[in-house]
């Protein structure tokens, strides 16, 4: 079956970096997409980034130049990248993978940015 595990969360101070990680399993990883969304308290799961199976990427604007989505396709791992972190960016981070028309989520990691 298919599963998503993130990692990498936690408490950092604003200006500092984390990187996550969702790790994969129960499909062909290398030939979906994958998105990073994320929830702040209160507030509705919203999209942060995407790559496509050949690496194309894309960014909400707020993380635009700050954050970083990559992915290995021989670990099966999809990576965020999150430098300049602000209080803002405090929320719980999900993956996220469409497959053939279902949407399959982890369950998430905690990132606060607070002094």
């Known amino acids: 079956q298919v599963q998503l595990v993130e990692s990498g969360g936690g408490l950092v101070q604003p200006g500092g970096s984390l990187r996550l990680s969702c790790a994969a399993s129960g499909f062909t990883f290398s030939s979906y997409a994958m998105r990073w969304y994320r929830q702040a308290p209160g507030k509705q799961r919203d999209l942060v980034a995407s790559?496509?199976?050949?690496?194309?990427?894309n960014y909400e604007d707020s993380v635009k130049g700050r954050f970083t989505i990559s992915r290995d396709n021989a670990k099966n791992t999809v990576y965020l990248q999150m430098n300049s972190l602000q209080p803002e960016d405090t929320a719980v981070y999900y993956c996220?993978?469409?497959?053939?028309?279902?949407?399959?989520w982890g369950q998430g990691t905690q990132v606060t940015v607070s002094s």
């Open positions: 996220n993978v469409l497959i053939f028309g279902r949407i399959y």
């Open positions: 790559i496509t199976s050949s690496g194309l990427t």
